[in-house]
Antibody, heavy 120, light 109 residues
């Protein structure tokens, strides 16, 4: 059974840093595209970043230069390092997987999410 | 970057058919995916590649895409279908490759 479990969320002051983790089971993260998607309170889904199976990455403009996605194949886990956090980063952060495809990109499995609250 | 436009809300009576649209420039040339998000829950993929249903998704859910509009259709709507629905495409040539629509709240009357 495929499972994604996020952890690491919490309350952090503006300007601070936080690292989220997403541990996968039932499949191998290095053979899939892995994304972080966030949802601010009462708002829609916002794609944040992806790490491709070949380790290339892409980021939304809103987080570029502040957030870094990485992967530990030995732990079957992906991470999101978030620096210089602002109140606008307050959201539930979901980890999601995508099957490798040259013609489309969709998120077939999602974790339950972890809440990040940036507030003084 | 590519923009997807959804109506904020759609209402439908139980047993009727709901149609949720997703507009984008020449969206028919892209593969469109749809997610259902019930209150307090994580999103669930209900349609991928325009019209394919993942395992476990009822046949009542179907999708189509042509021109500048993609549509998610839910037949014989049930109370449990009340949720937010999001469309998504992959804009592969962009530095912002994964694009979501703003979401549509489906209300079952």
């Amino acid at each position: 059974e495929v499972q994604l479990v996020e952890s690491g969320g919490g309350l952090i002051q503006p300007g601070g840093s936080l690292r989220l983790s997403c541990e996968a089971s039932g499949f191998t993260v290095s053979r899939n595209y892995m994304s972080w998607v966030r949802q601010a309170p009462g708002k829609g889904l916002e794609w944040v970043t992806v790490i491709y199976s070949g380790s290339g990455t892409s980021y939304a403009d809103s987080v570029k230069g502040r957030f870094t996605i990485s992967r530990d194949n030995s732990k079957n886990t992906i991470y999101l390092q978030m620096n210089t956090l602002s109140v606008e980063d307050t959201a539930v952060y979901y980890c999601a997987s995508s099957p490798v495809s040259g013609s489309s990109f969709y998120l077939d499995y999602w974790g339950l999410g972890t809440l990040v609250t940036v507030s003084s | 970057s590519y923009v997807l436009t959804q109506p904020p809300s759609v209402s439908v009576a139980p047993g009727r058919t709901a149609s949720i649209t997703c507009g984008g420039n020449n969206i028919g040339s892209k593969r469109v995916h749809w997610y259902q998000q019930r209150p307090g829950q994580a999103p669930v993929l209900v349609i991928h590649r325009d019209s394919d249903r993942p395992s476990g998704i009822p046949e009542r859910f179907s999708g189509s895409s042509s021109g500048n509009t993609a549509t998610l259709t839910i037949s014989r709507v049930e109370a449990g279908d009340e949720a937010d629905y999001y469309c998504q495409v992959w804009d592969s040539g962009s530095n912002h490759p994964v694009v979501f629509g703003g979401g549509t709240k489906l209300t079952v009357l």
